[in-house]
């Protein structure tokens, strides 16, 4: 079937300090990835995304490129800001009839610290 | 509209009551998708829609949960006889066309708790 592993936080930086969030896939065929980022007490927004292997996706500092020899896509940001404390998601695309829904992980709080 | 839109923002039902969840999407985006978030969870995929037509209900958890989308723009969730485990975050997210990948523009979610 069609998965998503990340880690687990919360995971807790100092300002200005380096940031990676593992996630893994398990997907039949070629999914698209997204990492989705959720901001306290806001709706699901798209941070970035690739959609073949090798890709990379960026957005507002942080980086994700889709490995498919490691199934990963790992997201990463040189120097996290307070502003970035969120929830972020992991997530595939897989088909569902004619259409493609979201598979996602379970999600990784992020809280940066002055 | 400016995005996804959902109402209400938070219900708390009594056990056993029905409730009905709407999603306004963003005018013209043909798919419309619900998903369910439990607490500390991702997002789980419901139902999803392309214009009016209910292509795939995989997703909803038990035949208390019925959706519908009559005029393909507004969609309701409706849960009858609601259950202390229906208690989570229901989101709707709609995308531009139902063909190929699109980005999902989600809603802020209702959530619900079922006391």
């Known amino acids: 079937g069609n998965s998503v592993t990340q880690m687990e936080g919360p995971v807790t930086l100092s300002e200005e300090a380096f940031l990676t969030i593992n996630c893994t896939y398990t997907?039949?065929?070629?999914?698209?990835l997204f990492w989705y980022v959720q901001y306290p007490g806001e709706g699901l927004q798209l941070l970035l995304k690739a959609t073949k292997a090798d890709d990379k996706g960026s957005n507002k500092g942080f980086e994700a490129t889709y490995r498919k020899e490691t199934t990963s896509f790992h997201l990463e940001k040189g120097s996290v800001q307070v502003s970035d404390s969120a929830v972020y998601f992991c997530?595939?695309?897989?088909?569902?009839?004619?259409?493609?829904?979201?598979?996602f992980g379970k999600g990784t709080s992020l809280l940066v610290t002055p | 509209g400016a995005g996804v839109s959902q109402s209400p923002r938070y219900k708390v039902a009594k056990r056993g009551q029905d409730v009905a969840l709407r999603c306004d999407p963003i005018s013209g985006h043909v798919s419309l998708f619900w998903y369910q978030q439990a607490l500390g969870q991702g997002p789980e995929f419901l139902t999803y829609f392309q214009n009016e037509a209910q292509l795939d209900k995989s997703g909803l958890p038990s035949d208390r949960f019925f959706a519908e989308r009559p005029e393909g723009s507004v969609s309701t969730l409706k849960i009858q006889r609601t259950q202390q485990e229906d208690s989570a975050v229901y989101l709707c997210?709609?995308?531009?066309?139902?063909?190929?990948?699109?980005?999902?523009?989600f809603g802020p979610g209702t959530r619900l708790t079922v006391l």
């Open positions: 997210a709609s995308s531009r066309t139902g063909q190929g990948v699109n980005e999902q523009f």
């Open positions: 997530a595939l695309t897989y088909q569902k009839n004619s259409g493609y829904a979201l598979n």
């Open positions: 997907a039949t065929g070629y999914p698209s």
